[in-house]
């Protein structure tokens, strides 16, 4: 079985053991990451009741990656990216395991989950950049668009398989019981990275030079990569437009397009975000398969475009099967967009910068989400959720028209076009 895996296009990257083992507990992670959230949903339900703290709850999950992400992708840059990501993995299932105790003793209170939240989404803001940018130095450039799509897709896995098991362990053991296999799946994942520890026993010249400069240096170089690169900077304005025109609608106003339009129950509701997760894993394994990308702009900013149309079709009265095929290309689309970009960082951005500029691109690109959410309620309870599918479309596709200049020319490494 391990023979016909590595030997499929899309599963090489797993011939390379450094990166099975850490692609391995990633995936696992991923799984207990969705059933967290879940598990952390249902208990602030039955406890509070409340919608208002729900929300809170979610919204305090964004400050971390916003406040410490650049410092993330600092230490990153300067430290060994194995040893940062076995360190929070044995911070996060500490702190997974601490709540399953308390919730185990029924003492579990608002003001933990607050804490305990901060303090996961603190750690996790250095374990992404650590892992974005350690695959390279893993997986020969030819292998990475499948080691990136490896990794999409075990988040899509994740996504598919952590809500259900999340409910079947709480109507087996309760909250506290999720919460401990939660917590246990970190340290699964730390254990897997332990043989990855002698993979950067030496830094770099250039490693070298930036543990002997100062942090602000670090800062101010890392801005001054993403600025001095159009491309770059350019990108993350879209992506943080397209969290704002696709993202909204999705998590706001779908479930109201659902009952507006199609006059249909949560069931389909459910149908519909499962087939966007189907999409992504489609578009996986597509682009997977390839051993070089070529015009990464065109599939980026195409991706870009498509998923507009998909999502302003959606907002048409076009009846649930064409809703239906409009999200599955809706998630294939954005995923081909999202796996070209992983790529082009990775293949034109120093690996002594990949860290930085990658919590750069998450900043960035999650940075009005909460604005976004809110403008999508106010716009869904005044015009309605067709309408506002319908717009965030149109602005979604407007944002891939950068694709026009950036992918009309090979790149040329950092200050190349797309």
Known sequence: MRKWLIGHPFFRALKYRSFALLWGGQALSRVGDFLYQL????????????????????????????????????????YSRVH?????????????????????????QIWHVYGLTLLLE???????????????????????????????????????VGPPLGAALIALGGTALAFALNGFSFFIGAALLIPLLNKE???????????????????????????????????IAVF?????TLGGPYSIALPFLVEEQLGADV???GFLYALFAVGYVLGGLWLGRKAQLQRRGRLIYGGITMAGMMLLLMGLPVGLPVVAVAALLNGVAMEISGLA??????????????????????????ALMPIGFGVTGWATELWGAPLVFVLG??????????????????PARLNARL
Not at 393 to 410: A, M, W
């Open 39 to 78: 598990v952390l949903a249902w208990w602030v339900l039955e406890k509070t009741g409340s919608a208002a703290l729900m929300a809170t709850v979610f919204i305090v999950a964004f400050i971390p990656t916003i406040l410490f992400g650049l410092i993330g992708g600092v230490a990153v840059d300067r």
């Open 84 to 108: 940062i990501m076995l360190a929070s993995d044995l911070v996060r299932g500490g702190v997974v395991c601490i709540a399953a105790a308390l919730a185990w003793w029924d003492s579990l």
């Open 122 to 160: 603190l750690v996790d803001a250095f374990f992404q950049p650590a892992y974005a940018a350690v695959i390279p130095r893993l997986v020969p450039e030819a292998d990475l668009p499948s080691a990136n799509a490896l990794t999409s897709l075990s988040i899509q896995t994740g996504r598919i």
């Open 201 to 235: 026993t030496t830094l770099s010249p250039q490693e070298q030079l930036s543990a002997s400069q100062s942090v602000i240096v670090d800062f101010k170089e890392g801005i001054r990569t993403v600025l001095g690169a159009p491309w770059l900077w350019l990108s």
């Open 240 to 244: 943080a437009l397209g969290n704002v």
């Open 267 to 269: 069931q389909t509701l």
């Open 341 to 366: 970009w992983t790529n082009a960082l990775q293949a034109w951005v120093p690996h002594t910068k990949l860290g930085r500029v990658t919590s750069i691109d998450a900043i960035g690109s999650m």
């Open 393 to 410: 479309g149109r602005c979604h596709c407007i944002g891939g028209q950068p694709s026009l200049l950036l992918s009309s020319h090979p």
